[in-house]
């Protein structure tokens, strides 16, 4: 039943109108009293709905109804008038009234003009409807579509093998735009061809099919970058050495830079390829070029990584690499043999995977930025050298290199030394005994005490020889491991004291520089001191008359910094390397200056036995400078001045 809102000013018009509407299937509504008092509100009670207006233009103005039909535009109009005019009928017509009807009213004519409207309201509505699911239809076609694009989107991106993805993506074009086959063309970058590198359902000469990039149609869109569609009724030859009815080509791009080719084509089929198609292969063609990418990359990334895991297991050292973090990135078999851990060490700390104390002190010192390098024993026995590097950006690379080899026989040079130094001694000491005893036997001539004193001299210089090798034979062997807490500012003070008479007899400058706060050091004594002669005696001893030698003590992260600086003739930058080995004497000292060779040897193999670093520094003619970095104690308070 048709509800009927019935707008009439006349109560006794509006009375019969609605007497009339029950008889004839319809269902009066009268309007809100708000329409009375001139509101232009809803003319619709609240809750109520209405199926036709019946209105007449004496009981609410033209712009009020306007008002009623903006927010009521499924209700249709059915104008009641007493006489209808032409300005009257233009007004409705705006309105969008749907009938007219005239006094006097005739039921009939009452009835058919309502039913009129309701018919017309339902076709409205059934058009409406239809509309709707239409609309609905292609947005419900536009979100499958979407959904499929995401899904294979997702299976794209999320494929790591470059065979799948190539497959994945030709198949995929196929699907999206019902064509009958589909082929990948990549850009090779040393001919400047498109080659094939994937299709489906391709039945062309897939290995050899190349095209050129100046005259083909797939050129063209590698050139441009846009995509290209060919549509013809008409079997038409593309320059790809088949023929096709029609055809889309669109660029596959990463970075801004076009790299390949994807189309799909129809080669029996007619009919011609959509819009939407085209966006539909675009979009699948920038999901491919992603998936393309990342495939790539993870298989260069996998080469690399296969040669990088060939180098590792194969090379003879040990390697360690450590983050920033302290985290073990990788280890090969050489290393987890030295520390006796295995493989699955990777991403665990180094302080939980190195018992030497050393090497975990090595590590700590190369992630602060400092090299390193120290021995460390493996359980069968075999020595190995270590070095900490520090690298930028990643960490610290540990390596080890096998030096047992090397160990032995510096053993067994030195107990040759150690045995040979120990048997010239004695002929030595006799030599010089009776070289004194010369003297007493006779007065002896000018000549004769010249030649007496050369032997003097030269036995001297061999037993200090002796003694060098003997200390050198007793620090490397690790006879000297007696260490306790000492003062190294006290030990340099007294050391610098002990040459300053050296240095004035060749009216030299002999300074120190003592910082504040130096910690104490766990070492010995005497090694220390000698140490500290050999550097500062040699500073002195080749520096010119009249020079100047300076010693700066400073505390730096806890270390000892120890420098001795001279302006002598510097060291030869190609023999720099050299200076530390045994019997190595600069090219650039004269050979009338006194020296075994061994001095720096004994300062380098007293320093590592006190885990520091030792190195030169120097410049021809301007003068040297040594350097000595101890480890300090923590915590340890400076002696009292």
Same mark, same amino acid.
Not at 163 to 171: G, I, K, Q, R, Y
Not at 478 to 494: F, H, M, N, P
């Given at each position: 039943?048709?509800?009927?809102?019935?707008?009439?000013?006349?109560?006794?018009? #509006?009375?019969?109108?609605?007497?009339?509407? +029950?008889?004839?299937?319809?269902?009066?509504?009268?309007?809100?009293?708000?329409?009375?008092?001139?509101?232009?509100?809803?003319?619709?009670?609240?809750?109520?709905?209405?199926?036709?207006?019946?209105?007449?233009?004496?009981?609410?103005?033209?712009?009020?109804?306007?008002?009623?039909?903006?927010?009521?535009?499924?209700?249709?109009?059915?104008?009641?008038?007493?006489?209808?005019?032409?300005?009257?009928?233009?007004?409705?017509? #705006?309105?969008?009234?749907?009938?007219?009807?005239?006094?006097?009213?005739?039921?009939?004519?009452?009835?058919?003009?309502?039913?009129?409207?309701?018919?017309?309201?339902?076709?409205?509505?059934?058009?409406?409807?239809?509309?709707?699911?239409?609309?609905?239809?292609?947005? #419900?076609?536009?979100?499958?579509?979407?959904?499929?694009?995401?899904?294979?989107?997702?299976?794209?991106?999320?494929?790591?093998?470059?065979?799948?993805?190539?497959?994945?993506?030709?198949?995929?074009?196929?699907?999206?735009?019902?064509?009958?086959?589909?082929?990948?063309?990549?850009?090779?970058?040393?001919?400047?061809?498109?080659?094939?590198?994937?299709?489906?359902?391709?039945?062309?000469?897939?290995?050899?099919?190349?095209?050129?990039?100046?005259?083909?149609?797939?050129? +063209?869109?590698?050139?441009?970058?846009?995509?290209?569609?060919?549509?013809?009724?008409?079997?038409?030859?593309?320059?790809?050495?088949?023929?096709?009815?029609?055809?889309?080509?669109?660029?596959?791009?990463?970075?801004?830079?076009?790299?390949?080719?994807?189309?799909?084509?129809?080669?029996?089929?007619?009919?011609?390829?959509?819009?939407?198609?085209?966006?539909?292969?675009?979009?699948?063609?920038?999901?491919?070029?992603?998936?393309?990418?990342?495939?790539?990359?993870?298989?260069?990334? +996998?080469?690399?990584?296969?040669?990088?895991?060939?180098?590792?297991?194969?090379?003879?050292?040990?390697?360690?690499?450590?983050?920033?973090?302290?985290?073990?990135?990788?280890?090969?078999?050489?290393?987890?043999?030295?520390?006796?851990?295995?493989?699955?060490?990777?991403?665990?700390?180094?302080?939980?995977?190195?018992?030497?104390?050393?090497?975990?002190?090595?590590?700590?010192?190369?992630?602060?930025?400092?090299?390193?390098?120290?021995?460390?024993?493996?359980?069968?026995?075999?020595?190995?050298?270590?070095?900490?590097?520090?690298?930028?950006?990643?960490?610290?690379?540990?390596?080890?290199?096998?030096?047992?080899?090397?160990?032995?026989?510096? #053993?067994?040079?030195?107990?040759?030394?150690?045995?040979?130094?120990?048997?010239?001694?004695?002929?030595?000491?006799?030599?010089?005994?009776?070289?004194?005893?010369?003297?007493?036997?006779?007065?002896?001539?000018?000549?004769?005490?010249?030649?007496?004193?050369?032997?003097?001299?030269?036995?001297?210089?061999?037993?200090?020889?002796?003694?060098?090798?003997?200390?050198?034979?007793?620090?490397?062997?690790?006879?000297?491991?007696?260490?306790?807490?000492?003062?190294?500012?006290?030990?340099?003070?007294?050391?610098?004291?002990?040459?300053?008479?050296?240095?004035?007899?060749?009216?030299?400058?002999?300074?120190?520089?003592?910082?504040?706060?130096?910690?104490?050091?766990?070492?010995?004594?005497?090694?220390?001191?000698?140490?500290?002669?050999?550097?500062?005696?040699?500073?002195?001893?080749?520096?010119?008359?009249?020079?100047?030698?300076?010693?700066?003590?400073?505390?730096?992260?806890? +270390?000892?910094?120890?420098?001795?600086?001279?302006?002598?003739?510097?060291?030869?930058?190609?023999?720099?390397?050299?200076?530390?080995?045994?019997?190595?004497?600069?090219?650039?000292?004269?050979?009338?200056?006194?020296?075994?060779?061994?001095?720096?040897?004994?300062?380098?193999?007293?320093?590592?036995?006190?885990?520091?670093?030792?190195?030169?520094?120097?410049?021809?003619?301007?003068?040297?400078?040594?350097?000595?970095?101890?480890?300090?104690?923590?915590?340890?308070?400076?002696?009292?001045?």
């Amino acid at each position: 039943m048709a509800v009927v809102l019935l707008m009439i000013a006349d109560a006794v018009t #509006r009375d019969l109108l609605e007497r009339g509407l +029950q008889g004839g299937s319809f269902e009066a509504l009268l309007p809100d009293d708000t329409v009375w008092s001139g509101s232009r509100g809803n003319l619709l009670p609240a809750g109520a709905h209405a199926d036709i207006a019946l209105v007449d233009e004496a009981a609410l103005p033209l712009d009020v109804l306007k008002d009623f039909v903006n927010v009521n535009p499924h209700v249709p109009l059915v104008l009641f008038t007493a006489e209808i005019s032409k300005t009257v009928l233009l007004q409705a017509m #705006r309105l969008g009234v749907v009938g007219v009807i005239t006094a006097p009213v005739r039921y009939e004519a009452l009835v058919s003009a309502l039913r009129a409207a309701v018919e017309r309201q339902d076709a409205i509505r059934k058009w409406a409807l239809e509309e709707s699911q239409r609309k609905t239809r292609t947005l #419900r076609t536009q979100i499958d579509e979407l959904k499929t694009l995401l899904t294979v989107g997702r299976a794209l991106t999320s494929e790591l093998n470059l065979e799948e993805v190539l497959t994945a993506v030709a198949s995929a074009a196929v699907e999206f735009t019902g064509a009958e086959e589909s082929t990948l063309f990549l850009l090779d970058e040393k001919t400047g061809e498109l080659y094939l590198r994937a299709s489906h359902d391709f039945s062309g000469a897939t290995n050899a099919l190349r095209l050129r990039v100046d005259d083909t149609l797939a050129g +063209q869109v590698l050139r441009t970058g846009k995509p290209l569609v060919l549509d013809s009724d008409t079997l038409e030859k593309i320059k790809t050495s088949y023929l096709v009815h029609a055809l889309i080509y669109v660029p596959l791009v990463i970075h801004g830079r076009v790299i390949g080719v994807l189309g799909v084509d129809n080669r029996t089929r007619r009919g011609n390829f959509t819009p939407r198609h085209v966006e539909q292969l675009t979009a699948l063609a920038e999901y491919a070029a992603v998936a393309l990418e990342n495939a790539q990359l993870f298989t260069e990334v +996998q080469t690399e990584r296969k040669k990088l895991t060939s180098v590792m297991r194969n090379i003879k050292e040990g390697i360690v690499i450590v983050d920033m973090m302290g985290e073990i990135m990788l280890i090969n078999h050489v290393a987890q043999m030295v520390l006796d851990v295995s493989e699955s060490v990777a991403g665990e700390t180094y302080r939980n995977c190195c018992s030497s104390l050393d090497l975990r002190e090595g590590i700590r010192q190369g992630l602060e930025g400092h090299e390193y390098h120290t021995e460390i024993s493996a359980a069968d026995g075999r020595v190995f050298s270590v070095r900490v590097t520090p690298v930028p950006g990643v960490g610290a690379a540990v390596t080890m290199h096998d030096v047992t080899h090397f160990k032995e026989l510096d #053993r067994l040079k030195s107990e040759f030394v150690s045995t040979v130094s120990h048997d010239l001694r004695s002929p030595l000491t006799a030599i010089l005994g009776y070289v004194e005893l010369l003297e007493r036997a006779g007065p002896l001539t000018p000549m004769q005490k010249r030649f007496v004193d050369r032997v003097r001299a030269s036995v001297e210089n061999i037993t200090a020889l002796i003694n060098d090798l003997l200390d050198l034979g007793r620090i490397e062997a690790g006879l000297d491991t007696e260490k306790e807490v000492v003062s190294i500012a006290e030990i340099v003070r007294y050391a610098v004291e002990g040459m300053k008479s050296q240095a004035e007899e060749r009216h030299q400058e002999l300074v120190l520089h003592m910082g504040e706060n130096i910690p104490m050091v766990m070492g010995n004594i005497v090694r220390l001191r000698q140490m500290l002669d050999n550097i500062i005696g040699n500073a002195t001893k080749y520096t010119g008359e009249g020079g100047r030698v300076e010693v700066t003590v400073e505390s730096r992260n806890n +270390q000892v910094v120890i420098r001795v600086s001279d302006n002598g003739p510097g060291i030869p930058t190609s023999e720099q390397p050299y200076i530390f080995n045994k019997f190595f004497r600069a090219s650039n000292v004269a050979s009338e200056k006194p020296g075994t060779g061994l001095g720096l040897a004994i300062v380098k193999s007293i320093v590592d036995a006190h885990h520091g670093r030792v190195w030169v520094e120097s410049e021809v003619g301007k003068g040297t400078t040594f350097t000595v970095v101890l480890p300090g104690l923590e915590g340890s308070a400076p002696p009292e001045a």
